[in-house]
């Protein structure tokens, strides 16, 4: 058990730079077992998620290493793959491991999985993964919490999602890949990650098209083989760094960010009063004075996103006023509003929304991050915060940020992870 230990109130200055995506790498990671040949991913983030779904890869018989500078390259060698069943404890440990299912339905003709974990966000279900490879021709029974999905033809289908949902499109997408004939995604998700799927599945020989746009159209072909690709920059992670370097009142330069993909973030901390400037560098963000409140509502992409809301809150919580959070994605996704209270926060949830009355200053306490992008919330109000914060549940924030505290630290804050007995 580990725990950050941070001395608040400096501010943030310097240069970062950004990871690759944990949301980008986890699918392509799954896509990979449709591979003939090896797979190179570049700029592959060291991140728990990403060493789960390695194991994972690794159970059913794949070859991995990493390499390259820093480690920052992953050889997938998807030839020895010898089984269809992706490990049931592995699979609670990572959500995104339910990808496995379009990928293994398309190469191997079956696929058993259980449910997956994952974060504790509220209700996960996947029934629209499972209606889209159904609509391609998958056949699926559940047992003692086990789903095993068969098939023997595997065709092309136009496909209406109900939601956009993110992990369903791509499930679906890497599934088509390899099915005969024409798959036709309606209301597809358009997040940027998607996109990056897309061009990784195209890099193996896949031929698809549309990703970025609700309608996604995948033309079957027999065979994929394997690719060198870079991931894309973690868009959440600069996010997260940039409300950072706003809480702090920091002046904070990122780079290999993609701006495009921070748009709604910029502009709400525009809002707030930062000073955010963007050059072929990356961007700038100045924090320089208290933020003013403003309203927030998730949505999908290009909306704001879902993952930097519960950072979103932690800035808010200073505000000069009371600004209002309504979370559109999932149903319970508040749970740093309490961590938050403890250092001096006032938010008051009902339901969906939450009202946060801006108060001058946090204070250090000890917090507990319940899953990853909470955990983030209470490590950046602690660098804000007067006096020490300790935050608890770090494994959390380990399955989504590369070097949370080695970068924070880069940028002038205090903060060190200890093991809790440390903590007392
Ligand atoms: C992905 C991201 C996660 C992000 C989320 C929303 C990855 C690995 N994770 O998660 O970080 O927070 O997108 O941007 O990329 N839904 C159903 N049935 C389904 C699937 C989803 O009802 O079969 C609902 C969910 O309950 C949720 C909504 O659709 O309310 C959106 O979920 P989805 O886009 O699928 O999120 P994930 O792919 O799980």
Known sequence: MTKFVIQGGTPLRGVVSASGAKNAILPMLAASVMASSPCV??????????????????????????????????????????SHVVDELLMRQVRSSIFLMGPLLGRMKKAQVSYPGGCDIGQRPIDLHIKGLKALGAHFVEEHGHILAERTKWQGADIHLDIPSVGATENIMMGACLADGVTIIRNAAKEPEIVD?????????????????????????????????????????????MIAAVMTRGDVLIENAVVEHVQAAIAKLREVGALITVNGEGV????????????????????????????????????????????????SRFKQAEELSRMGARIRNEGRTAIIKGVPKLSGALVEATDLRSGASLVIAGLAA???????????????????????????????????????
Do not use: C, W
Request: hydrophobic share 35%; net charge neutral.
């Open 284 to 331: 700038r963000v100045r924090g320089v004075e208290r933020p003013r409140p403003t309203d927030v509502k998730t949505l999908p992409y290009p909306g704001f996103p879902t993952d930097m809301q519960p950072q979103m809150m932690a800035l808010l919580s200073i505000a000069d006023g009371t600004s209002v959070i309504t979370e559109t994605i999932f149903d």
């Open 197 to 241: 799927l897309q061009s990784f599945l195209n890099a193996m020989g896949a031929k698809i098209r549309g990703a970025g746009t609700d309608v996604i159209r995948i033309e079957g072909v027999k065979s994929l083989h394997g690719a060198e690709y870079t991931v894309m920059p973690d868009r959440i992670e600069v996010g997260t760094l």
């Open 41 to 82: 991913f570049h700029s592959a983030p060291h991140l728990s998620d990403v060493s789960t779904m390695v194991k994972i890869l690794e159970r059913m018989g794949a070859k991995v290493e990493r390499g390259g500078l820093n480690g920052s390259t992953l050889y997938v060698d998807p030839t020895s793959l010898n």
């Open 386 to 424: 007067e006096g020490q914060t300790v935050v608890g549940g770090i494994r959390n924030v380990d399955r989504g940020y590369e070097k949370f505290e080695v970068k924070l630290r880069s940028l002038g804050a205090d903060v060190v992870r200890v093991a809790s007995e440390q903590t007392g």
